[in-house]
């Protein structure tokens, strides 16, 4: 049986705990069960094993015990139960709660004749699961209940709220589109059906909220899909200059159009708009810069091609930091990596190779395809830097061949060609030829995010020159 149960308690805040303290219960094991249960929210747990010999209980009994005490706690907390239930289900992030108490939820809801109330419980249902964690998403599961939404919206007052979602559900499947760009059956046909499903109704409602969404969409797929970047940087130029617009976005995605054109401009190399671009979130101190790692580390990095080592490592320290100790995977890849590339550029190896381990350690090889790419980069940088040039160059030979066995795609190729510039530098240092002509080399290759590649490799091959 899953924890739905104590990490309901563990996230709860001091309000909503003293309504759990104030259940009335007639079992005295019960009584025990839960003041155990409020206790651990601040100190060590039992095994269950452990906790069913503290209790006097058997298994069967103690999934019982379980199930009573979780509904008597969701009755504590929300009397009513419903969508106010799920409401706060999700406003504490509690992906697994939320998600089996809408099963549940669903069920009943299917017995009702009235499309009103059928309309009420998908929108809803749809709000709610958009708060959870990007990463807890599930594509299918969200255009399951947008569609649904939609079908009971249908010429009503909440038509064009439906369609809103539908256009929130598209940026997550554009995103995901993107992060997996090794998907042997990319869903690029979809996804421009879905963007004139939204034109279409945005011509047919003429509503200006659907527009903005339309427009944001639209830069969306040209960034991560065409992966025309030119056309994208002024695309979200036009949206960051048109408030109206703006605003009427969700908060969120109103906050990252700054952040999508500043990556614009970095992946264009243009180091000092970017960089404006991201100090603009830290001079604002934006919370949603601070809770983006992906941003905070392109401004990290942009620091280092500016030679400002300071400003890197503050950073690193002050805001980097927590996301590398959180324990969520990505979370610690993303940060790790980027303490590695920083170590790198200030010359301590010890250091970048105990954060290479950590970012390994946590590399989702399935899905970040790009990030695997990163990793052995860096890998390789690393054992040339530290003079093993024999394990660096097997890194790069398992690269290339992991590289070419991939669906060909416009940028896996370019990926490949700059793994063959490194193995042609591999091998001017094999015969200890100079290794500055290849400096122009690799300011042609390795541009936008891999730019800091040139800067590692900068320094390299001047070093390489004076020894």
Do not use: W
Not at 383 to 411: P, Q, Y
């Amino acid at each position: 049986m899953k924890a739905y149960l104590e990490k309901l308690i563990k996230v709860l805040n001091e309000d909503d705990l003293k309504k759990i303290k104030s259940i009335h219960l007639k079992v005295s094991k019960m009584k025990i069960f839960l003041a155990y249960l409020v206790e651990t929210q601040t100190s060590k747990e039992m095994t269950k094993q452990e906790l069913m010999v503290y209790l006097r209980v058997d298994d069967k009994l103690y999934r019982k015990m379980k199930s009573i005490l979780l509904r008597k706690c969701y009755e504590a907390l929300v009397p009513e139960g419903g969508l106010p239930l799920l409401d706060i289900l999700s406003r504490y992030r509690l992906v697994e709660n939320y998600k089996r108490e809408l099963a549940h939820q669903e069920i009943k809801i299917k017995r009702q004749n009235d499309s009103k109330i059928k309309s009420d419980f998908y929108d809803n249902a749809i709000t709610y699961l958009l708060r959870l964690p990007f990463s807890s998403q599930n594509i299918d599961e969200l255009e399951h209940y947008a569609k649904l939404n939609l079908q009971y919206s249908k010429n009503s007052e909440k038509e064009v709220q439906a369609y809103y979602h539908s256009g929130r559900i598209l940026v997550i499947r554009i995103i995901e589109e993107f992060y997996g760009r090794d998907l042997k059956n990319p869903n690029k046909i979809l996804i421009l059906n879905e963007l004139k499903n939204l034109d279409d109704a945005n011509k047919k409602l003429k509503d200006e909220k659907l527009l903005a969404l339309s427009l944001y969409c639209n830069a969306i797929y040209v960034f991560c899909i065409e992966r025309n970047i030119a056309k994208a940087k002024n695309e979200f130029l036009n949206l960051l200059n048109n408030m109206t617009h703006l605003d009427l976005l969700p908060t969120d995605f109103a906050l990252s159009v700054n952040g999508f054109y500043a990556s614009s401009c970095y992946l264009l190399n243009e180091f000092d708009e970017a960089l404006v671009s991201y100090e603009k979130y830290v001079t604002e101190k934006n919370p949603f810069f601070f809770s983006q790692p992906h941003l905070m580390i392109r401004l990290c990095e942009l620091y280092m091609i500016k030679d400002r080592e300071k400003d890197a490592l503050e950073i690193l320290e002050l805001h980097l930091k927590r996301f590398a100790e959180s324990g969520e995977p990505d979370a610690v890849q993303l940060t790790s990596i980027t303490f590695a590339k920083y170590y790198l550029f200030i010359h301590d190896l010890p250091k970048a190779f105990e954060s290479l381990q950590v970012s390994r350690e946590h590399l989702n090889k399935k899905f970040y395809l790009l990030h695997d790419v990163d990793q052995r980069t860096i890998e390789q940088l690393y054992f040339m830097i530290s003079g093993d040039m024999k394990f660096a160059r097997s890194i790069l030979i398992r690269t290339l061949k992991f590289l070419r066995e991939k669906v060909k795609t416009k940028e896996l190729g370019q990926q490949i060609k700059k793994q063959e510039v490194l193995s042609k530098l591999f091998r001017a240092k094999a015969k200890s030829k100079s290794l500055k002509p290849f400096i122009p080399l690799l300011e042609s290759v390795f541009t936008g995010y891999d730019y800091i590649y040139v800067i590692l490799l900068k320094k390299y091959c001047i070093n390489q020159e004076q020894s």
